[in-house]
């Protein structure tokens, strides 16, 4: 079966200091990876998604950056975190077209 | 780009009424999909509707896909506290990106 591996869990860092959270996927090939970023309290948003190693597609311009340097590693960074970066932030897989699964969740703390 | 609106962002209920969450959108729709969120957890895939007027149930919960495939709506018939959580709707555009409605937060007081 598919697992999907999101870490750290919770995080809590200083503006301006760098950011790495790190997603794998198990029991799948060439999925559809995905990051989203969900406010305290609010909706789902879009941030990245790719559709194969190499392949990323922003939604929103930001100061964060993702990479996927595997198959299924998808990788979200910030050279320069923001107060406003703090949030939910979340991994998630596809097989094309078809519904999302997503990790545990990462919470991002920028003090 | 292609939204789903959904409505109503909040929805306080006494446990054993029903609830009933809308989902909107101005283009038609490839597919329809439902989430569930509970407290501090992640979103976890309910149901997907893919045809014109559909209806699916699962125990208490009842989804329905319109006509025009243009909206939607999760019905859960005499909530209990376990229900409580965020609901949303989502819908998969180009078969890349899945698209999610700001979710209805569903509060059941016992």
């Known amino acids: 079966s598919q697992t999907i591996h999101q870490w750290p869990a919770t995080l809590v860092q200083p503006v301006g200091s760098p950011l790495s959270l790190e997603c794998t996927v198990e029991g799948t090939s060439n999925p559809n990876l995905y990051w989203y970023r969900q406010a305290a309290g609010r909706g789902l948003q879009l941030l990245f998604y790719s559709v194969g190693i190499g392949q990323i597609s922003s939604e929103v311009p930001q100061n964060l950056s993702a990479s996927r340097p595997q198959d299924r590693q998808f990788i979200l960074s910030s050279k320069k975190l923001l107060l406003s970066d703090s949030g939910f932030y979340l991994c998630?897989?596809?097989?094309?077209?078809?519904?999302?699964?997503f990790g545990e969740g990462s919470w991002l703390t920028v003090v | 780009g292609q939204q789903v609106m959904q409505i109503p962002q909040y929805q306080h209920v006494q446990e054993g009424e029903d609830f009933t969450t809308y989902c909107n959108s101005s283009t038609t729709l490839s597919n329809i999909q439902w989430y569930k969120q509970r407290p501090g957890g992640h979103p976890v895939f309910l149901i997907q509707?893919?045809?014109?007027?559909e209806v699916k149930k699962q125990k208490r919960l009842t989804f329905q896909f319109g006509e025009a495939k243009k909206n939607s709506s999760l019905h859960i018939t005499a909530t209990q506290t376990t229900d409580v959580g965020t609901y949303f709707c989502?819908?998969?555009?180009?078969?890349?990106?899945?698209?999610f409605g700001a979710g209805t937060r569903l509060f059941v007081k016992a």
């Open positions: 509707l893919v045809k014109s007027g």
């Open positions: 989502a819908t998969n555009t180009g078969g890349f990106k899945t698209i």
């Open positions: 998630a897989w596809s097989v094309p077209g078809n519904t999302i699964y």
